[in-house]
């Protein structure tokens, strides 16, 4: 098992500025995931954050909006960029195996404003 | 294109009776399905899993059925639980992530 310590847990920001959630892993891990869960929708993959390596996006996501940062095996960050109210989300980031249980951060409410 | 679907936004049910949440699939490639619950301001937990090489998988209170010809999983719940209630999401194993459903909130009363 892994425990995951994420942060902020809430916060309400104003549009045109950027947010950045950090995520803290109890042991090290190769992947890491960020979702983003928009209201009444499902967990969607942002991006999967590998140490050592450039994060890979899902289709919709691009760098320059949601920059990931992977320095070391224990700790991630996902900034989102030039904020929208559109942007306001549940963010998390999970890690795990494919094929396996895959362990989540207590999540990030945004709210833009 | 939303390959997992959980069709029932929401599901209440009395304590102490079943609980049966669906999830269908829309690529007989999946071979690996998992569900999670998801209390308020909490990430998701992992609940129970099942491969596609079997039918069933039980843990306790809750036991999971997959029918591939159908491309449907449920997840049984009995006896219900006041604490039971929360947002279950089931989710497949894709090639390289786990594509979730929209979830299905459960209310167990009284």
């Known amino acids: 098992s892994a425990v995951i310590s994420q942060k902020p847990s809430r916060d309400i920001c104003q549009r045109g500025t950027s947010l950045t959630i950090q995520c803290q892993v109890d042991?090290?891990?190769?992947?890491m995931f960020w979702y983003r869960q928009q209201p009444g929708q499902s967990l969607t993959l942002i991006a999967t954050?590998?140490?050592?390596?450039?994060?890979?996006?899902e289709s919709g996501f691009v760098i320059d909006k949601f920059p990931i940062s992977r320095p070391n095996l224990t700790f991630s960050t996902l900034t989102v960029s030039n904020m929208s109210p559109e942007d306001s989300s549940i963010y998390l980031c999970?890690?795990?195996?494919?094929?396996?249980?895959?362990?989540f951060g207590q999540g990030t409410r945004l709210t833009v404003v | 294109d939303q390959q997992v679907k959980q069709n029932s936004p929401s599901l209440s049910v009395q304590e102490g009776r079943i609980s049966i949440l669906n999830c269908d699939y829309t690529?007989?490639?999946?071979?690996?399905f998992l569900w999670y619950k998801k209390y308020p301001a909490e990430g998701p937990t992992f609940l129970i899993s099942?491969?596609?090489?079997?039918d069933k998988n039980e843990d306790g209170r809750f036991t999971v059925f997959l029918n591939k010809s159908a491309k449907h999983l449920s997840l049984h719940i009995v006896p219900s639980q006041p604490g039971d209630s929360a947002v279950y999401f089931c989710?497949?194993?894709?090639?390289?992530?786990?594509?979730f459903g929209t979830g299905t909130r459960l209310q167990v009363f009284p």
């Open positions: 690529n007989s490639m999946f071979d690996y």
């Open positions: 099942i491969s596609s090489i079997k």
């Open positions: 042991s090290q891990v190769t992947m």
């Open positions: 999970s890690v795990g195996t494919l094929n396996t249980e895959a362990f």
């Open positions: 954050a590998n140490q050592g390596s450039e994060a890979t996006y």
């Open positions: 989710a497949a194993d894709g090639t390289d992530k786990l594509i």
